[in-house]
């Protein structure tokens, strides 16, 4: 599976006041931020399935680090503990909508302006292979939005994000054979759901 190219606007320092930083430390999250933000919200993307709940839920988690950064090692990884606080919003989020709304990669976003195409940037100019690209990346979102949270967790840190089994179990801080049975269960659920348009995409290959 590919990653999802879709970037959003991070929550910036201005927004929480109840914190004094020098302007190095400013520039410590700053660049925190723009190492993970497209981690960040392609994963929560993946979760959530709309962009509206994605962009809320990497905001709030820039803002957690935000309000932690002096408890941050500079230089230290932070993928593990970023990746669990989206995890654990996500599950907050769930609690108060069970019913979260997925949306189409191929949908228009909604603005202040109207409606405006979704873009996708550093895939293929062709018209061809961007028609490809979002019909596969739709399929690939209704596929996730049939698992439960946990098992789509963790194939997107495997298969999208292509963390390895010990990195995952480190980052959901489950065993190492969980974390395998739950890929596997993913796999095949996936692999159901994705049939019908890995066949269609066949047959017109065929033709």
């Known amino acids: ?59 709030e988690a820039f803002l957690r680090v935000y309000r932690a950064l002096r408890r941050v090692q500079p230089d230290a990884p932070l993928e593990s503990w970023l990746y669990r606080i989206v995890n654990n919003l996500y599950i907050d989020l769930l609690r108060k909508r069970p019913k979260v709304r997925i949306e189409s990669l191929d949908a228009p976003v909604e603005t202040a302006r109207g409606e405006l195409p979704r873009e996708f940037p550093d895939i293929d100019s062709s018209p061809e292979a961007m028609l490809e690209r979002e019909q596969l990346d739709a399929a690939i979102q209704r596929a996730l939005g049939t698992l439960s949270a946990e098992l789509r967790l963790v194939v997107i840190l495997s298969d999208i994000e292509g963390f390895s089994y010990e990195e995952i179990a480190s980052i959901l801080r489950v065993p190492l054979g969980t974390v395998k049975s739950r890929l596997h269960r993913a796999r095949q659920i996936l692999q159901q759901r994705l049939r019908p348009y890995v066949d269609a995409r066949r047959q017109g290959w065929d033709e």
């Open 1 to 59: 599976m590919d990653r999802l190219a879709v970037m959003t606007p991070m929550a910036r320092p201005s927004t929480v006041r109840a914190v004094q930083y020098t302007p190095e430390e400013l520039a410590r999250y700053e660049l925190i931020v723009q190492r993970y933000a497209r981690h960040v919200y392609n994963i929560a993307y993946r979760l959530v399935g709309n962009a509206s709940d994605a962009r809320d839920l990497s905001q």
